[in-house]
């Protein structure tokens, strides 16, 4: 059996595979940039005192913690897209909707999950940081904005940083709904060539590669601003 998997590397699958790659990171990064701006607005209405809104918050997230993430990719590549007029599903068609479609699916789904560290970061300060931020003449905005919020997602970082991994390995749901990322562009290899072991284990080290270098950035990142101990 022929086993050189760096030799598709070298030939003009490479550029597939290295194209696929570079769709990955793009999809990653946009979807972990939405999730972290719904995941903060989340966890700051789960913790108001507006009953409605912490129930809606609360059944947001049963919802994308609970529905198996390919499902909700579908949903929104095949079915939300329905319910829009015919000049914003014209839109779509035209500005990469396999690409739109994943990004938001992904990044709302995350933010379920970077609520929940997030909010369980808010509570681990202490009242004190509040009321101190207050009695400087700080609004309640600016108080979240500049005190409270740094130090919880500095005290979240842990399981931000795992849910974060988590996030860039299901980009490769993507493949279902024909987005060309690393996993569609491998088994377009595969299918091309018959090598298959070859094509899919260069899949699986660029995986294995991209979370662990994504682990050791945040790692680095975290403990660069790890969190002092808060005074109540």
């Known amino acids: 059996m022929h086993f050189d998997p760096l030799s598709l590397l070298d030939s003009r699958y490479g550029h597939l595979i290295l194209q696929g790659l570079a769709t990955t990171i793009e999809l990653a990064a946009s979807a972990w940039l939405l999730a972290m701006a719904l995941g903060i607005m ?5 913790l108001t005192n507006h009953k409605p809104l912490r129930v809606f918050v609360a059944a947001y997230v049963e919802y994308h913690r609970n529905v198996p993430t390919l499902v909700q990719l579908i949903v929104w590549y095949f079915g939300i897209p329905a319910l829009f007029s015919r000049g914003v ?5 035209q500005h990469h909707p396999e690409f739109i479609s994943a990004t938001v699916a992904l990044g709302m789904c995350q933010a ?11 509570r681990a300060l202490g009242v004190g940081q509040n009321e101190a931020a207050r009695s400087l003449g700080m609004t309640h905005l600016g108080a979240m904005r500049h005190v409270i919020l740094p130090q919880a997602i500095r005290h979240a970082a842990p399981a931000l940083i795992n849910d974060s991994v988590l996030l ?8 279902v709904i ?6 569609y562009a ?4 595969a299918s091309q060539t018959f090598r298959t072991f070859d094509s899919y284990l260069i899949a699986t080290v660029l995986y294995l590669l991209g979370s662990l270098l994504l682990m050791a950035l945040a790692s680095l990142i975290a403990s660069r601003y790890r969190p002092t101990k808060a005074t109540s």
């Open 42 to 46: 989340l966890a700051i209405i789960r």
């Open 89 to 93: 599903q014209i839109w779509m068609g």
């Open 112 to 122: 379920a999950y970077f609520s929940e560290d997030i909010r369980s970061g808010l």
């Open 168 to 175: 860039f390995k299901n980009t490769s749901l993507a493949m």
């Open 178 to 183: 024909g987005l060309p990322e690393l996993m």
């Open 186 to 189: 491998v088994r377009d290899v």
